[in-house]
């Protein structure tokens, strides 16, 4: 009996083994994942918008430097909304203020998912870094319809909001593909 218990634990320890190889290898495959713009933009909202912030020559990078490209690109146009909202909150009428200043802090957070963002791409957890792509672009959104709730403001931000979302939204859809 104790000898059946040894063997199959070697077996066990076998296929643990292999299987860890085996996922390890597939992973650095993705590495030389190259895709068009086509098949990455077919996956956003807003296509147009998509082919305007895809790298040229997309074909010849890897799907990882397109998207440490769009992650780059994210945390720029993130900080500068950040630093927007901080030079309108004191200009800004009541209701405008209050938004404005929850805002503030969801780009805030924004910035720290980016930051997230760029960590899970970089020790390839491509579903973790999908996720925190869809919290990314919730950030914008809420922002966004913040504006609509009481007390009611008009919103200074929903070109950059709608901008920075698409961006995000381009991003899902590379860490979509890098992860199926």
């Known amino acids: 009996m104790a000898s059946s218990s040894r063997s199959l634990l070697?077996?066990?320890v076998v296929l643990l083994a292999a299987t860890t190889?085996?996922?390890?290898?597939?992973?650095?495959?993705?590495?030389?994942?190259?895709?068009?713009g086509d098949q990455v933009c077919s996956r956003t909202r807003s296509p147009g918008f998509c082919f305007g912030v895809l790298p040229p020559g997309i074909t010849k990078q890897s799907l990882e430097t397109v998207s440490n490209d769009l992650i780059n690109k994210a945390m720029v146009e993130a900080t500068d909304i950040y630093n927007?909202?901080?030079?309108?909150?004191?200009q800004a009428a009541?209701?405008?203020?209050?938004?404005?200043?929850?805002?503030?802090?969801?780009?805030?957070?924004?910035i720290?998912?980016?930051?997230?963002?760029?960590?899970?791409?970089?020790?390839?957890?491509?579903?973790?870094l999908n996720r925190k792509t869809v919290e990314i672009a919730n950030y914008a959104?809420?922002?966004?319809?913040?504006?609509?709730?009481?007390?009611?403001?008009?919103?200074?931000?929903?070109?950059?909001?709608?901008?920075?979302?698409?961006?995000?939204d381009v991003l899902s859809a590379t860490s979509y593909l890098l992860s199926h």
Do not use: M
């Not at 009541?94 to 924004?110: E, K």
């Open 21 to 36: 190889a085996t996922a390890t290898t597939e992973v650095k495959n993705f590495e030389d994942i190259k895709v068009s």
């Open 94 to 110: 009541g209701a405008q203020q209050g938004h404005l200043n929850y805002c503030l802090r969801l780009y805030s957070s924004a």
């Open 141 to 168: 959104n809420t922002c966004e319809s913040s504006f609509s709730s009481s007390p009611r403001a008009v919103s200074p931000l929903t070109q950059q909001n709608s901008d920075f979302f698409n961006l995000v």
């Open 84 to 90: 927007q909202i901080k030079y309108w909150i004191p």
């Open 112 to 128: 720290n998912s980016i930051k997230a963002a760029r960590n899970l791409l970089g020790s390839k957890h491509y579903f973790g």
């Open 10 to 12: 070697s077996i066990l």
